[in-house]
């Protein structure tokens, strides 16, 4: 339990090891540029936006942390602390490197995509203070603004049977930076293993019996994966540069 007589601390862990072969060949993608800057750095600004983020870890491809440290020394994050690990074969591996480099006293830790570069600073605080209010486990999310059809897969390109149309008003799309009490996320990481019916970090918790909330996600916050949500982040961080002096 942490000790109600200090001041409750939080910390992020971006998990940045992965190589994004959906953008195409070429470096990994969080190191894909977004006007002009790579978009592990505007993950990290985003995180360290949040006045109650105390401190950043990043996981590097494993073979990457010393370039990624160099790469992150060239920008300011302000008075936010930085740290650069080495990731593991998965991405649940990855996590629990950066959660093993987290020190005494991190209470709330953020799990935050290094592709979801332009999540405003309102969604991140909201995930904070749900966490600090008693929440095991916080997810940002939206509705969603399609139907969805379940179907029994077939080879791609093939005609696929509808097996079921869920009912929309129910489902949510999920975002990140999702946030947990540490010591439940450390649970969920020493318990289930990632896949075993769950896809994210929030699905551990869930296997684990505990309790996962949602709240209120944002439509900037969407995950750049393919070349034309790279497109998408550019158009939305020309108009941040041009309203907000966002740089």
């Known amino acids: 339990m942490p000790d109600p007589s200090r001041p409750i601390r939080t910390a992020a862990v971006i998990p940045a090891a992965g190589r994004g072969v959906r953008l195409g060949p070429g470096a990994p993608k969080a190191l894909r540029t977004l006007g002009g800057t790579p978009m592990l750095v505007h993950a990290v600004r985003a995180m360290a936006a949040s006045r109650a983020v105390s401190l950043v870890v990043v996981v590097a491809p494993p073979d990457g942390a010393p370039e990624v440290r160099a790469l992150l020394d060239e920008h300011s994050f302000g008075r936010t602390e930085l740290l650069v690990v080495p990731g593991g074969e998965t991405r649940q591996e990855s996590v629990r490197r950066g959660l093993d480099a987290l020190p005494d006293g991190i209470d709330v830790v953020l799990v ?41 897969p077939r080879p791609r390109g093939e005609a696929e049977p509808v097996t079921g149309t869920p009912e929309r008003a129910l489902l949510r799309a999920v975002q990140t930076p999702q946030g947990f009490d540490r010591e439940t996320l450390l649970k969920a990481h020493d318990t289930v293993v990632e896949g075993e019916g769950a896809t994210d970090d929030a699905g551990l918790v869930e296997r684990l019996g505990a309790p996962v909330v949602v709240v209120p996600g944002h439509e900037e916050a969407f995950k750049v994966t393919r070349p034309l949500d790279l497109v998408l982040a550019e158009a939305v961080l020309a108009r941040r540069r041009a309203t907000d002096g966002y740089v």
Not at 114 to 125: K, Q, S
Not at 140 to 150: G, N, S, Y
């Open 112 to 152: 935050h995509d290094a592709a979801r570069p332009l999540v405003p600073v309102d969604t991140v605080d909201a995930v904070i203070a749900t966490v600090r209010s008693g929440a095991p486990a916080v997810v940002p999310a939206l509705p969603l603004a399609d139907t969805v059809k379940q179907v029994e």
